[in-house]
T-cell receptor
Framework: AQSVTQPDIHITVSEGASLELRCNYSYGATPYLFWYVQSPGQGLQLLLKYFSGDTLVQGIKGFEAEFKRSQSSFNLRKPSVHWSDAAEYFCAVGLSNFGNEKLTFGTGTRLTIIP | NAGVMQNPRHLVRRRGQEARLRCSPVKGHSHVYWYRQLPEEGLKFMVYLQKENIIDESGMPKERFSAEFPKEGPSILRIQQVVRGDSAAYFC????????????FGQGTRLTVV
């Protein structure tokens, strides 16, 4: 069964600083990988996704993520964070076949931005 | 974004009552997924449905929980005889058929059992 690990429960970053959120997955086949963001009391918004091809994926809001098969990682990065980026971030892995996009989520990383 | 619509947004039930959560998928999406998020945890898959069919219910508790996605109307997640441990946020997601693109999530229903 697939699993996702987000080792950092809570990260605090200064506004304007760079950000990297870690995600490691365990899955036997080629994974579909996703990053979602959840603001307090809200649903999940898709930031970016990886299916195949270029291992560096660009997403919305200036985020990017790099798929590293050798490390089973899909870390999320942003060169300069804004106060509005404070939220909960979830990494997820999906099945690599069509028809069932059931996702397995990590436990999330809460991002706090300080002035 | 005429996205996934869930209602109600907040639901309070007393122990032993029934909870009905509704989800209208994005227009044209025929796949619906339900997830549960317990406090301070990530989302856990519950069930995957297509119109009139349950495809994967491997994450559903064996008792008191049921889900449907009828030919007409929204998908319904039903919890009978709720207990305090059912208090959680329940999210619905939808996706189009035959195109993996990442599911679209609704804003969730926050169920509180008192």
């Amino acid at each position: 069964a697939q699993s996702v690990t987000q080792p950092d429960i809570h990260i605090t970053v200064s506004e304007g600083a760079s950000l990297e959120l870690r995600c490691n997955y365990s899955y036997g086949a080629t994974p579909y990988l996703f990053w979602y963001v959840q603001s307090p009391g809200q649903g999940l918004q898709l930031l970016l996704k990886y299916f195949s091809g270029d291992t560096l994926v660009q997403g919305i809001k200036g985020f990017e993520a790099e798929f590293k098969r050798s490390q089973s990682s899909f870390n999320l990065r942003k060169p300069s964070v804004h106060w509005s980026d404070a939220a909960e971030y979830f990494c997820a892995v999906g099945l690599s076949n069509f028809g069932n996009e059931k996702l397995t989520f990590g436990t999330g990383t809460r991002l706090t931005i300080i002035p | 974004n005429a996205g996934v619509m869930q209602n109600p947004r907040h639901l309070v039930r007393r122990r032993g009552q029934e909870a009905r959560l509704r989800c209208s998928p994005v227009k044209g999406h025929s796949h619906v997924y339900w997830y549960r998020q317990l406090p301070e945890e990530g989302l856990k898959f519950m069930v995957y449905l297509q119109k009139e069919n349950i495809i994967d219910e491997s994450g559903m508790p064996k008792e008191r929980f049921s889900a449907e996605f009828p030919k007409e109307g929204p998908s319904i997640l039903r919890i009978q005889q709720v207990v305090r441990g059912d208090s959680a946020a329940y999210f619905c997601a939808s996706s189009p058929p035959k195109r993996p693109g990442g599911a679209f999530f609704g804003q969730g229903t926050r169920l509180t059992v008192v």
